[in-house]
């Protein structure tokens, strides 16, 4: 395969390397064409091999193979399955995890110049930090949820970057300790596609091979100010897979939106009802919760979760989890007349688009916790709210993901102060 210039998969290029982009590479130019190069550092000097070249030749992407003049910030990977043609889980081995900071948050800035319209630093008054969550030590160990592929001779092993190829290893520096001591890469698992293992916070580390009979349900202890709170979860359904994550992201939520007792709550996205579970605390028996969540087994647990809190707690009549599509259910709330006084919502990936933005902004919440694990949805999603009223006030970047480019964030947004009320479906794109 060959782009326009004539440049083959497989050619090797002398490249200096430019600035950070979305997704774990760096960006550089051969003879004015985009390349997106991974394993280096801007202002490096590299060699690197062709692995792609885009639709149209559009672009080409390469591995660095060899560093010519290295930037600082450069180490020598804790991880000896990392690195070009091998593991592809984790993007940042080869860096210091302050830079590794640093470039997180140069993306962040420049997904919201360009998705947004808007300079974080010159809005929020001062630097973006990404911050390392509570606990975290050195980068490594973290991860308490791994999908591990199956090869076809039974062999667990990590994928490969853009490929089905599974590389075999025999660790995964990354991965939770307990993760590991089950011994899973020593097992041969014939006839299965995968391989989950979860490390709960709360009792033994499972083992799942995929596809399986039944799955079983861990459970994952939350610490927060007013008391701990504990959550089933299906080993195969949601839940962040840094130890420290879920207690951080709700904590920030709660902190910025301030519930009060009566007040009426979105839990979008609900998952397991973590945000659902904590909002109804505060909002207490005079309030109301409603959970929005599509998936049926996250739903499933998430009633019994909110049940048991219930119990617990004597009396949350006004919690209720509802299985449907978040737009969906939105919609049907806007079409009733409703109003909220506080909306959280975790998106997946692709963030809640536009016609979810417009009507959660229609529902008028006094403020607006959005959980986000991708800058740019978050940042499109931010300009769509931004069209129907909602200022972001503040906005905190976590290093949910150490190695990786992957990264979390917790926004909060704010009616514009006079904000004048658009009637919803008024009109698609009101003036920011
Ligand atoms: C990032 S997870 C957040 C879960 C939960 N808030 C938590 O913190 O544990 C996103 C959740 O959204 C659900 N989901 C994805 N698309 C959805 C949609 N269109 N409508 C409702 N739920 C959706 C997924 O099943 C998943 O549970």
């Known amino acids: 395969m060959s782009g326009e210039e004539g440049v083959t998969v497989g050619d090797a290029l002398v490249l200096e390397v430019g600035p950070v982009a979305h997704g774990g590479h760096c960006v550089a130019r051969h003879?004015?064409?985009v390349v997106f190069v991974r394993h280096t550092l801007p202002g490096e000097q590299v060699r690197a091999v062709v692995t792609e070249i885009g639709p149209g030749g559009r672009f080409l992407r390469a591995d660095a193979v060899e560093v010519l003049v290295p930037a600082p910030g450069r180490v020598s990977p804790p991880c000896p399955w990392?690195?070009?043609g091998r593991c592809g889980g984790c993007d940042w081995q080869h860096v210091e995890l302050d830079t590794q900071r640093e470039l997180k948050a140069a993306v962040v800035l420049e997904q919201f110049t360009r998705l947004a319209g808007l300079d974080l630093v010159a809005h929020l008054g001062r630097?973006?930090?990404?911050?390392?969550?509570p606990g975290d030590q050195d980068g490594l160990g973290w991860r308490t949820r791994v999908e591990f592929a199956v090869d076809e001779t039974g062999r667990p092993g990590l994928r490969r970057h853009r490929s089905h190829d599974i590389v075999p290893v025999g660790d995964c520096v990354i991965a939770d300790r307990r993760v590991i001591g089950t011994g899973v890469l020593d097992r041969s698992f014939t006839g299965s596609a995968a391989v989950d293992v979860v490390a709960p916070s709360v009792g033994d580390t499972v083992v799942v091979p995929v596809p399986t009979g039944p799955v079983p349900l861990?459970?994952?202890?939350?610490?927060?100010?007013?008391?701990d709170l504990e959550l089933g979860v299906s080993a195969r359904g949601f839940w962040q897979v840094h130890p420290g994550a879920a207690r951080t992201f709700v904590t920030t939520v709660l902190d910025w939106?301030?519930?009060r007792p009566g007040e009426k709550a979105l839990d979008l996205y609900a998952g397991v009802g973590l945000f659902a579970a904590a909002l109804a605390r505060r909002v207490g028996p005079e309030g109301v919760v409603t959970a929005v969540e599509?998936?049926?087994v996250a739903t499933d647990n998430a009633r019994d979760n909110l049940a048991d809190l219930s119990d617990n707690l004597a009396d949350l009549s006004g919690v209720e989890v509802v299985r449907d599509r978040v737009d969906r259910a939105v919609r049907r709330i806007v079409r009733a007349g409703g109003a909220v006084d506080l909306i959280v919502l975790d998106p997946p990936r692709t963030g809640a688009g536009r016609q979810v933005c417009r009507d959660i902004a229609g529902l008028r919440p006094r403020a607006i916790g959005y959980v986000a694990c991708?800058?740019?949805a978050l940042a499109r999603d931010v300009g769509y709210l931004a069209e129907h009223g909602y200022v972001l006030r503040d906005l905190r970047v976590f290093d949910a993901f150490p190695m990786t480019h992957h990264l979390e964030l917790v926004a909060v947004l704010d009616p514009r102060p006079n904000d004048v009320q658009h009637p919803i479906g008024a009109s698609e794109s009101p003036s920011v």
């Open 127 to 133: 630097p973006v930090v990404v911050e390392p969550v």
């Open 218 to 227: 861990v459970r994952e202890r939350v610490p927060l100010a007013d008391g």
């Open 82 to 84: 990392s690195g070009p």
């Open 257 to 259: 939106l301030a519930p």
């Open 374 to 376: 991708d800058p740019a």
């Open 31 to 33: 003879e004015g064409q």
């Open 294 to 296: 599509n998936d049926p």
